[in-house]
């Protein structure tokens, strides 16, 4: 493995800026990680060799000129929901395959601005829904650390690169964990924005009240910088927040004295293991060692957040997913009727997962059933904010596991949809409340990482990072590098 792809984005920002690497010798570095490694991982979906290194030269040209900012020539990959108009955006669906976007997402936007340079796209579960990345049409991705596992979901794709060295930081998107978790499972960090923090324009909808986008990377610092680039007020999202950015990484420097975290006890359940108990419970000391205060904090509507999860974003995907029919975009199965046009295109072109959350969430949207289930939920949901509004009345910020396992076994859980489900369970409270989390590595158990969790109040990703950036300082779990593929 080339060294150039074991530093962190931080350091190839100063060794681009004082000119001891190029862009262009960056780039081709991970792109021959790539080619190393892709066939094992499959991370990658569409490898955007070309682009990345017009991108290259391009971010070199502006470091000469004095023009380079904090992405300039940092090579990145973006998860295939974001539509790009240089490569396909297929949300790992048959039912898109090969289509190319005639627009770029907000995202890419501002970080093509930012001059950052695109390695390619990344696989995900069909259309974000899963929690393995196992469910994409185009194969499952393979964790870095044994490739006999998954990577978690629904960024799978995007948390195996970073793991893997084959990109400095990743785009993903977080509906009820598919950030956090899959950074858990691969050994990264992956912070899930407040929702409304990040444009979700361009990105393909799933549930269109709980998506938010965010990013992975191998450090907190990074994801502090990419955090800025990406965040702010976008016209086309009336649900993006009018609020200010900050310069994230500055904030960093973190005292822990004097602050408060908590501990909630419904971050505990049976099956949790064993050795993912002891790694938290050895960084909650930690915490207290660096002088945070510990304080027992209640979130009593825990327990019903996955089956009001299950209901809202099925419910959500149901319309949201209506509009591909194959009439106006995407691949198109033509009958002899036009009920019969759609019946084959949506029956051949989603896969199982898929239409399993679509019949769900059609059923709870179904007259007769709409009160009894859609609008209870909502009224549960908002039980469930008010719950962390009155925790965070108390601490800073709520500490837990990222998931009650490590990376379980490929085709371990696709026969079970329900223990499937549960891999998010600690991870879908904070997409329900629309607050910022962010999955930090803490240890290994069985030789696979251990995520820990940071969530914190509407807008307060500084006080989360922070936090995560002191725990990070004090241990090396963020410098360990998976086995299986060096």
């Not at 859980?413 to 489900?421: C, F, I, N, S």
């Amino acid at each position: 493995m080339s060294e150039l792809t074991r530093i962190t984005a931080s350091e190839a920002r100063q060794l681009l800026d004082n000119k001891a690497i190029s862009a262009v010798e960056l780039t081709d570095a991970h792109l021959d990680r790539i080619t190393a490694v892709n066939g094992s991982v499959h991370g990658f979906l569409h490898v955007m060799t070309d682009v990345a290194r017009r991108q290259a030269q391009a971010a070199d040209d502006a470091i000469a000129s004095g023009a380079g900012g904090p992405l300039t020539g940092i090579p990145v990959a973006l998860k295939d929901i974001l539509c790009t108009t240089d490569a396909p955006t297929t949300a790992a669906s048959k039912i898109l395959e090969g289509y190319v976007s005639p627009y770029d997402a907000t995202v890419v936007r501002r970080l093509r601005d930012a001059g950052a340079v695109f390695l390619g796209k990344t696989n995900t579960d069909e259309f974000a829904m899963g929690s393995s990345t196992e469910n994409s049409a185009f194969g499952p991705t393979r964790n870095p650390w044994n490739l006999d596992t998954v990577p978690g979901g629904s960024s799978g794709g995007s948390a195996a690169v970073v793991a893997a060295r084959a990109a400095m930081l990743s785009l993903g998107s977080d509906t009820g964990g598919s950030i956090r978790q899959p950074a858990g499972f691969c050994g990264v960090v992956g912070l899930k924005p407040t929702y409304g923090r990040v444009s979700r324009f361009g990105l393909i909808a799933f549930a269109s009240s709980l998506d938010q986008i965010g990013p992975f990377s191998r450090t907190v610092a990074d994801a502090a910088t990419f955090l800025t680039a990406i965040s702010g007020k976008d016209p086309a999202d009336s649900t993006s927040i009018d609020t200010e950015v900050p310069d994230f990484a500055a904030d960093l420097p973190y005292d822990l004295k004097g602050r408060r975290i908590g501990i909630a006890r419904e971050y505990t359940v049976d099956g949790m293991e064993r050795g993912v108990s002891e790694a938290v419970e050895t960084a909650i000391k930690t915490l207290g060692d660096l002088g945070a205060e510990l304080v027992d904090v209640s979130l009593p509507h825990t327990e019903y957040a996955l089956a009001t999860y299950y209901i809202t974003a099925p419910a959500e995907a149901s319309a949201n997913l209506a509009r591909f029919d194959g009439i106006k975009y995407g691949n198109r199965r033509e009958e002899a009727t036009l009920q019969d046009t759609y019946l084959r295109t949506r029956g051949e072109g989603f896969g199982a997962e898929v239409k399993r959350r679509i019949m769900l969430g059609t059923y709870a949207l179904s007259s007769g059933y709409y009160d009894a289930y859609y609008v209870k939920s909502q009224k549960v949901r908002t039980l469930i904010k008010q719950d962390f509004d009155k925790a965070f009345e108390q601490v800073d910020a709520i500490v837990a596991p990222t998931s009650p396992t490590v990376a379980f076994g490929i085709g371990a859980r696709m026969d079970d949809p329900y223990q499937m489900y549960l891999a998010d369970v600690f991870t879908i409270p904070a997409n329900m409340a629309g607050i910022p989390g962010i999955s930090v590595p803490c240890g290994l158990s069985n030789g696979l990482p251990v995520g820990l969790q940071f969530l914190g109040k509407a807008f307060d990703e500084r006080s989360i990072l922070a936090i995560a950036h002191a725990y990070e300082q004090a241990s090396d779990w963020h410098t360990r590098e998976p086995a299986a593929i060096n």
